[in-house]
């Protein structure tokens, strides 16, 4: 079945360390997304990227980098510049032309030790 | 300021009554608005896009209007079940955009 995968489920940073979130997906879609989400409130988009080798920062890219190498993978990074990384984090991917639904991964929830 | 809004507070309804969730929007003109289902810990999951030119859409015990004029679109279960218990987020899509504009989320509980 095609879909998105994101890893790990749960994830626990300490302080100054930077920490890695997977994302694949094989529905080679050509757009993927990492959004943010908190309690109360929306889904707050980080950074995207349209194709591979290219991304866009988001609303709340300070304290985030991203790469996209692969079609597949778009892999987001929380650095240690981020001083609130604790929230749920979900990747999602959307094929063209656009006016199609993005499909989520089930997301990586982000905890400070 | 431009902003999306839906109801915080959780829609309580009895199993077989329709359950309607609203979805309020000011300073924007989306080109199109879906609702996404998210259950606790998952990722959301689509249901429902309408365009700016539709006025309803329906999909088995679903429908969704979108009225451009109150900038505003409604969410309609009818006969709802307790499966149906979720959060309910509302998105909007602008012409072209790459961004989606995500709610906050209505959470709905159905009891048997």
């Known amino acids: 079945d095609g879909g998105i995968t994101q890893s790990p489920k749960y994830l626990f940073r300490k302080e100054g360390q930077n920490v890695t979130l997977s994302c694949e997906q094989n529905l080679n879609h050509d757009a993927m997304y990492w959004y943010r989400q908190d309690p109360g409130q929306g889904l707050r988009l980080i950074y995207y990227s349209q194709i591979v080798n290219d991304f866009q920062k988001g609303d709340i890219a300070e304290g985030y980098s991203v790469s996209r190498e692969k079609k597949e993978s778009f892999p987001l990074t929380v650095t240690s510049a981020q001083k609130n990384p604790t929230a749920f984090y979900l990747c999602?991917?959307?094929?063209?032309?656009?006016?199609?639904?993005?499909?989520f991964g089930d997301g990586t929830r982000l905890s400070i030790l | 300021s431009q902003k999306i809004e839906q109801n915080s507070e959780a829609l309580n309804i009895q199993e077989g009554k329709t359950a309607t969730l609203t979805c309020n929007y000011t300073n924007y003109s989306p080109a199109y608005l879906q609702w996404y289902r998210q259950d606790p810990g998952r990722g959301p999951v689509f249901l429902l896009l309408i365009r700016e030119n539709e006025k309803e859409k329906r999909k088995e015990r679903l429908k969704v209007t979108f009225d451009t004029t109150l900038k505003q679109s409604l969410f309609h279960i009818t006969a709802s079940q307790p499966a149906d218990s979720a959060t309910y987020l509302c998105?909007?899509?602008?012409?072209?955009?790459?961004?989606?504009?995500f709610g906050a989320g209505t959470r709905l509980f159905v009891k048997a």
């Open positions: 998105a909007l899509d602008m012409a072209g955009g790459f961004k989606t504009i």
């Open positions: 999602a991917s959307t094929d063209y032309p656009l006016e199609q639904p993005q499909h």
